[in-house]
């Protein structure tokens, strides 16, 4: 059947020529239309596979978070998009020096680990869990920040995490169980999009990429959630501390000291996971034995 279209086709395209051109060049002139109309049904697909993802998420979280328990008679309802990550300065990281700039941590200065640090003993410390009752309308994400569509969901999802312990909400998170697929994917989502922010890195550093850092690592330290996206995502998180060593030895392109302890303090980071910990150790001492192979055998030569 696929030699009979082929023929068929070559057929219509002789015969519906116009005069002056070669079957070859209205071929080309046909092919190059039909690829442009390619073009505009993947962008389409694209937005359409956008909008089917967040809607997802915002079902998976209702199904989670079915009733709010009202304490006092009091209820505030906070929007959670609000910046989690304090503003910080990126003047030390608009020029590449060739060596570090700053006194203090690198990946401090990247506005990463320290605001970190603070919002969980801010959540930790704070009494009022009505003051920070997430919302249940993710907003759509636009395209130059793919981050914001999971990053937002998986803020939602440990502010109800948040709030189930303190009794505010009454959640059921064996609803992760039934939809894995929304947790893959937007497990998946979220690591791409660090791994492409690291692969070319772009200063200063968006407020998206740093929540996206925050959300990833509560993500896995957390004691309940951490076991369903370990269970689900395991291979894609595998997958990711690779790419990001490979970032580290490999990627010529990255030669900015911030950027790199960026990426080594994200390693650091997902070591605090004990899983995730003893794996990407056992990748770290493979790629010093290869390391101190390639040494010895230019050595001997």
């Given at each position: 059947y696929l030699k009979i279209s082929k023929l068929a086709l070559a057929f219509a395209i002789i015969h519906s020529k116009p005069p002056g051109k070669s079957c070859k060049e209205y071929t080309e002139h046909l092919a190059k239309i039909v690829s442009e109309q390619d073009f505009g049904w993947k962008s389409k697909v694209e937005i359409l596979e956008a909008e089917v993802s967040r809607l997802r998420q915002e079902l998976l979280l209702n199904k989670i978070c079915r009733r709010v328990c009202l304490e006092s008679g009091a209820f505030a309802e906070t929007l959670l998009d609000q910046e989690c990550i304090n503003p910080v300065s990126y003047s030390s990281q608009l020029e590449d020096s060739g060596c570090d700039v700053?006194?203090?941590?690198?990946?401090?200065?990247?506005?990463?680990?320290?605001?970190?640090?603070?919002?969980?003993?801010?959540?930790?410390?704070?009494?009022?869990?009505?003051?920070?009752?997430?919302?249940?309308?993710?907003?759509?994400?636009?395209?130059?920040?793919?981050?914001?569509?999971?990053?937002?969901?998986?803020?939602?999802?440990?502010?109800?995490?948040?709030?189930?312990?303190?009794?505010?909400?009454?959640a059921d998170f064996t609803e992760l169980e039934n939809d894995s697929f929304t947790i893959c994917n937007s497990v998946s989502q979220l690591l791409d999009g660090l791994t492409a922010f690291y692969n070319s890195?772009?200063?200063p550093v968006s407020n998206v990429l740093t929540e996206a850092v925050c959300v990833l690592i509560r993500l896995i330290t957390d004691t309940k959630l951490s076991n369903h996206v370990l269970k689900k995502c395991f291979k894609k998180l595998e997958e990711f501390k690779k790419n990001l060593i490979q970032i580290i030895l490999r990627n010529s392109s990255v030669n900015r000291f911030q950027a790199l302890d960026a990426v080594s303090h994200t390693l650091v980071l997902l070591g605090r996971n004990k899983i995730l910990r003893n794996s990407l150790i056992s990748f770290l001492l493979s790629e010093l034995r290869q390391f101190a192979e390639h040494l010895l055998q230019a050595y001997q030569v």
């Open positions: 700053s006194n203090d941590c690198a990946f401090d200065s990247l506005g990463i680990a320290s605001d970190f640090h603070q919002s969980e003993h801010n959540i930790d410390a704070s009494k009022s869990w009505l003051e920070v009752v997430p919302p249940l309308n993710l907003f759509c994400a636009s395209k130059d920040e793919s981050l914001t569509a999971p990053v937002q969901f998986f803020q939602h999802l440990l502010e109800i995490r948040k709030l189930s312990e303190g009794g505010i909400l009454q890195p772009k200063f």
